[in-house]
Structures are given as C-alpha cells and as structure tokens.
C-alpha cells in the first residue's frame, strides 16, 4: 500500500503480474486506486486487473493510495489534469 506523494509519486504507472508472487497471489492480480486508507465501501476510486503476460496502465494522484496486488508498477508518464 503506497501514499501518492509520500511514497511514490503522483503519474501513470504500468501495471504487470509480479511473477515472484504467483504462489501466492493466484486470483485477481492487479492494482486499486483508493481515496483513503480505510478499506470502507466506497473508497475505492479506480482498479485494474492483470493476467500473466498481459499489463494495464493506472493513474494516481496527490493524496491517493495504491494498493498492488500480486502486482508490480511501474512509472510510465505524468499525471494527467
């Protein structure tokens, strides 16, 4: 779980299956976009799910949280407006 601003930075990120993780995190790889830490309903703003060789792009801003699970993310580009 990352802070936007804190921990990473604000942008597009590319999202992949963290192949290490697969023992593990064997359903529903992917990543989620919440406006607070809570875990209640309606927090979540955004998610996207990956398989095996395939990737997703998400975009965070200032103050979000990014959840990865069974995931990796990679920083692709700036925030967009």
Do not use: C, H, K
Not at 23 to 47: K, R
């Amino acid at each position: 779980l990352y802070r936007v601003g804190t921990d990473i930075p604000a942008g597009i990120y590319r999202i992949e299956v963290d192949e290490r993780l697969l023992d593990v995190a064997t359903l529903e790889q992917g990543a989620y976009v919440m406006s607070d830490s809570s875990f209640s309903d309606g927090t979540v703003v955004d998610e996207r799910y990956v398989t095996l060789g395939s990737n997703q792009t998400i975009g965070v801003r200032e103050g979000d949280w990014l959840e990865l699970y069974g995931a990796t993310a990679t920083l692709e580009g700036e925030p967009q407006p």
